[in-house]
């Protein structure tokens, strides 16, 4: 497959990981190889576990010897990586954008540009769609989903047209949705509003952040000492979580403190006190990169 995106920041994240020989690092969005392909080939003797809960990545796999490509949700990483007998790693890298393979298969619903099913699965083998959240959940619950992970104000006004449709005739494809939501899209800014709309639901179906945060607690046990972990994420909810993260070892972003106050050390430094991001040549190459925000901590 040659239609999947070419990874962002890629220079910035090699650099963030800080490779050695002999080390063993791991891609938890495997995509199309771009981030573990660099890393083989930084070092000789070095080993990539990786990991994409998408099958059609698994198309991509690099015919080299040091990489284990793995089918899954990287927030089940930790299984395989027993499985491996790897107690310990040098370095994680994660980005937490859509393949530009996803946005542009119509079949598979990620897109507003196509007329196709309401779909959303990163992993087209899990049960719920983003028509089953559409069709099945009540408003309150919708509204929280376009509120909490679209960042939509009017999110109630949203989530009631939608059920008012709904009660009239199932709602199944991309096109019936953004006929819907067009009332609600502001003149010149319609792409921009639609691809919240399609952000929440897609952080719904594929349960996102519960994943997110599954992983980075698990990560604490696997990550040796020194070690980095570099994440590109591409809106401010995930953005959040991980710079609480790398802040405070956990997701409130607030530095606990022991019996006498004191503050509790915390598990990892930040390697950038300010998230990079990507220059306007890169922007230039490929739109989908301005967003996006690399943040790099190391292991204490």
Known sequence: MNNYHVPILLKQVIKGLNIISKGVYV??????????????????DITVIAFDCDKDAMQN??????????????RFFNNFLEYLNISQVDGIVVDLGVSSHQFDTAS?????????????????ESKITAEDVINKYQEEKLTQIFYNYGE????????????????????????????????????????????????????EVND????????????????????????VTYHSLE??????????????GKIEKDIKG???????????????????NEIKENNRARSAKLRIAEKL
């Open 208 to 231: 996102e952040i519960n994943a997110l945060k599954e992983m980075l607690i698990k990560s604490l046990n696997f990550l040796k000492p020194k070690s980095r972990m570099c994440i």
């Open 239 to 252: 953005d959040s979580i991980v710079k609480n993260f790398f802040r405070s070892g956990n997701f409130n």
């Open 152 to 203: 939509i104000p009017f999110a109630e006004k949203i989530s009631r047209a939608i059920v008012n449709q709904r009660n009239l005739k199932k709602i199944s494809t991309t096109y019936q949705l953004v006929e819907i939501l067009n009332p609600f899209a502001q003149k010149g800014k319609e792409h921009k509003f639609f691809a919240k709309v399609f952000q929440a639901l897609r952080i």
């Open 61 to 74: 796999k690099i015919n080299d010897e040091r990489l284990y490509l793995f089918h899954s949700n990287y």
């Open 108 to 124: 598979r619903g990620f897109s507003f540009r196509f007329d196709s099913k309401l779909d959303l699965r990163m992993n087209a």
């Open 262 to 280: 004191n503050p509790v050390q915390t598990p990892f430094i930040p390697v950038n006190k300010k998230p990079i991001i990507p220059d306007e």
């Open 27 to 44: 891609d938890m969005t495997y995509g199309s190889g771009g981030y573990s392909r660099a890393i083989l080939n930084s070092c000789k």
